[in-house]
C-alpha cells in the first residue's frame, strides 16, 4: 500500500501524537527546566514545547527531504538499497555498544 500527500502527513501527524514517548519525554525531563521563580511556569513549559516542536519538524523535515532525494537513486538497483540498509543495521547495532558501554560505568 503506497501512501502519499496528505494521507501520509496525516498518518504521522496521528502517530505521532499517539506516541507515547514523547508524553514520558514532557513529563520525566522538561519540569527539570522549567525554574518557577523567573515566572509562569506553565508559560515556560510551552514556550519549550514550542522549541522541541520546532527543532523536531525541521529534523524530521531534513530527514523526509532527504529520502525524497536518495529515492531514485536508491529504486535503480536491488543491491544499492541492501548496501544502504546493511550501513543503517551496523549503525543500530553501534549505538546500541555505545549505549551498552555508557550505561555500564
Known amino acids: 500500500v503506497r501512501i ?3 494521507e501520509a502527513a496525516w ?3 496521528v502517530v505521532n501524537i499517539l506516541n507515547p514517548k514523547a508524553g514520558v519525554f514532557f513529563v520525566a525531563v522538561l519540569p527539570q527546566f522549567v525554574e518557577p521563580e523567573r515566572g509562569d511556569p506553565l508559560r ?3 514556550a519549550l514545547v514550542a522549541i522541541y516542536v ?3 519538524t525541521a529534523a524530521h523535515g531534513f530527514i523526509v527531504a532527504a529520502a525524497g532525494a ?4 536508491l529504486a535503480r538497483r536491488a543491491d544499492q538499497r541492501r548496501t544502504l ?3 543503517f543495521a551496523l549503525m543500530r547495532a553501534g549505538v546500541a555498544v555505545w ?3 555508557a550505561t555500564s560505568r
Not at 536518495?70 to 537513486?73: E, G, I, K, S, V
Request: aromatic share 10%.
Open 99 to 101: 549505549l551498552l558501554v
Open 70 to 73: 536518495l529515492r531514485p537513486w
Open 4 to 6: 502519499v500527500g496528505r
Open 11 to 13: 498518518r504521522g501527524f
Open 44 to 46: 515556560q513549559s510551552l
Open 54 to 56: 520546532l527543532v523536531a
Open 85 to 87: 540498509q546493511r550501513g
